[in-house]
T-cell receptor, first 113, second 113 residues
Framework: KAGVTQTPRYLIKTRGQQVTLSCSPI?????VSWYQQTPGQGLQFLFE???????NKGNFPGRFSGRQFSNSRSEMNVSTLELGDSALYLC????????????FGEGSRLTVL | DQQVKQNSPSLSVQEGRISILNCDYT??????FLWYKKYPAEGPTFLIS?????DKNEDGRFTVFLNKSAKHLSLHIVPSQPGDSAVYFC????????????FGTGTRLQVTL
C-alpha cells in the first residue's frame, strides 16, 4: 500500500510569491490534514479536509488555504509569502475519523528568501 | 498558548537503559493522547496512544503512562536501542473534533552505545 505522497519535496521562493503544495493520501483515506513544522514550534495544525469539505481550521492567516478533490488528493496554497513561512509542511491522511492516528508524508520543505 | 508542552528538548540515554520522555498538557478537554516518532527527512510515524479512561498502555518496549490529575503523560522505552534515536512528539486530541492534533515541540532522543 503506497504511503502519503507530497510534492514537491523542496522548493525555494521569494517574499511576495505564492506556492502550491500537493498531497496524495493513502488509497481509501478520505481525511487529509496539513501541519506546519518550524523549529521550536513543533507541528501546528493548518486545516483538515474530508470528502472535499474543510472540517477544521487552525489559527493561521487567510493567506493559507487549501482544497480537496474528489479523489481525496489535496493541495494547500500560501499566497504573499513571508520569511516566516519557511517551514516543513506535512500532509497526513487518516482512514479513521477523530482518532488522531495519522499517516504522514515526508513533507515539503519551503524556504522563503 | 502552548497547550501541550515537552519541556526537555533533548535526552541522551545509554543503550539498554530506560528512556523516559515527558509531556504536560493544559486543556482538560483532551481525551486521547498519542506519541509520534520522527526521523530526519521523514514524516512523523504513529507510535502509541492512550485514552483518558486508562492510565497505562503498553506495546512491546513502549509504555505510555497518563496521570490525568497532573495533566501529565510519559513515554517509557525499555530497553532503549540505537534505532530509537529520533525526535518524539507528544500529541493530544479531543475525540470527535476531526483530526486536529495539538502537538508538543518534541524531544530529541539520542541512544548512545
Amino acid at each position: 500500500k503506497a504511503g502519503v505522497t507530497q510534492t514537491p519535496r523542496y522548493l525555494i521562493k521569494t517574499r511576495g510569491q505564492q506556492v502550491t503544495l500537493s498531497c496524495s493520501p493513502i488509497s481509501g483515506h478520505r481525511s487529509v490534514s496539513w501541519y506546519q513544522q518550524t523549529p521550536g514550534q513543533g507541528l501546528q495544525f493548518l486545516f483538515e479536509y474530508f470528502s472535499e469539505t474543510q472540517r477544521n481550521k487552525g489559527n493561521f492567516p487567510g493567506r493559507f488555504s487549501g482544497r480537496q478533490f474528489s479523489n481525496s488528493r489535496s493541495e494547500m496554497n500560501v499566497s504573499t509569502l513571508e520569511l516566516g513561512d519557511s517551514a516543513l509542511y506535512l500532509c497526513a491522511s487518516s482512514g479513521a475519523i477523530g482518532t488522531g492516528e495519522l499517516f504522514f508524508g515526508e513533507g515539503s520543505r519551503l524556504t522563503v528568501l | 498558548d502552548q497547550q501541550v508542552k515537552q519541556n526537555s528538548p533533548s535526552l541522551s540515554v545509554q543503550e539498554g537503559r530506560i528512556s523516559i520522555l515527558n509531556c504536560d498538557y493544559t486543556n482538560s478537554m483532551f481525551d486521547y493522547f498519542l506519541w509520534y516518532k520522527k526521523y530526519p527527512a521523514e514524516g512523523p510515524t504513529f507510535l502509541i496512544s492512550i485514552s483518558s479512561i486508562k492510565d497505562k498502555n503498553e506495546d512491546g518496549r513502549f509504555t505510555v503512562f497518563l496521570n490525568k490529575s497532573a495533566k501529565h503523560l510519559s513515554l517509557h522505552i525499555v530497553p532503549s536501542q540505537p534505532g530509537d534515536s529520533a525526535v518524539y512528539f507528544c500529541a493530544a486530541i479531543i475525540t470527535g473534533t476531526a483530526s486536529k492534533l495539538t502537538f508538543g515541540t518534541g524531544t530529541r532522543l539520542q541512544v548512545t552505545l
